[in-house]
């Protein structure tokens, strides 16, 4: 079965930490993952995708296939970070998006 | 351009009352979607068009129904509803099925 996990809830560290958000997944071939992320009274959005390998506001991902995880890094966390973040990928059988179940980031200063 | 719309913002409704939620967008995408968010859930998909005159359910279809309008407008109907249907509703849409989503601002739904 395709499955996302954040096993996280919750992730708080002060202003300068370093951050990881985890996130697992299940998928039989070659998976298409993607972070999303969600600030307070705004819409969801992308913040990156692994093909594309770029750096957004600070955070990178990288596809680990041996350990099935796309975890998101930052060095030093702002308190503009705080936010609910979801990993999410797309099933290449349909090309829908499963998201995994989201992690708050809580950046104290 | 506005991007994805949805209307209302807030809704609330008694069981066993019905409400359509409506979803527009300008970007000239094929593919649109209806999720609902919930505590601890994520975000689950209850059903999705891959393109206009196409409706596929989704994980979570159970007491709802869609209509893609055209290829801008994608609504999603309550017929009876119920307190599980309590819920943050998000609307989205991609260029094709498996491109990058682009959402609306979400319509919280509260049943009593």
């Known amino acids: 079965a395709q499955r996302v996990t954040q096993p996280e809830k919750l992730l708080s560290v002060f202003k300068g930490a370093p951050v990881e958000l985890k996130c697992n997944y299940s998928?039989?071939?070659?998976?298409?993952l993607f972070w999303y992320v969600q600030y307070s009274r705004q819409r969801l959005q992308l913040l990156l995708r692994?093909?594309s390998r770029e750096s957004i506001k600070g955070f990178t991902a990288d596809l680990n296939k041996g350990e099935t995880s796309f975890h998101l890094k930052k060095p030093f966390a702002q308190e503009e970070d705080s936010a609910m973040y979801y990993c999410?990928?797309?099933?290449?059988?349909?090309?829908?998006?499963?998201f995994g179940q989201g992690t708050t980031l809580q950046v104290k200063p | 351009n506005a991007g994805v719309t949805q209307t209302p913002k807030f809704q609330v409704l008694k069981t066993g009352q019905s409400m359509t939620l409506q979803c527009a967008q300008d970007?000239?995408?094929?593919?649109m979607y209806w999720y609902r968010q919930d505590p601890g859930m994520g975000l689950r998909l209850i059903y999705y068009?891959?393109?206009?005159?196409?409706?596929d359910k989704g994980e979570v279809p159970n007491g709802y129904n869609v209509s893609r309008l055209n290829k801008r407008e994608f609504s999603l109907r309550l017929e009876s509803a119920a307190p599980s249907q309590t819920s943050v509703y998000f609307c989205?849409?991609?260029?094709?099925?498996?491109?990058?989503?682009?959402f609306g601002p979400g319509t919280r739904l509260t049943v009593t």
């Open positions: 970007m000239n995408h094929n593919s």
């Open positions: 068009s891959a393109s206009e005159g196409t409706t």
């Open positions: 998928y039989s071939g070659s998976p298409e």
């Open positions: 999410a990928l797309i099933s290449g059988n349909t090309g829908k998006l499963i």
């Open positions: 692994h093909i």
């Open positions: 989205a849409s991609s260029g094709f099925i498996g491109y990058e989503q682009y």
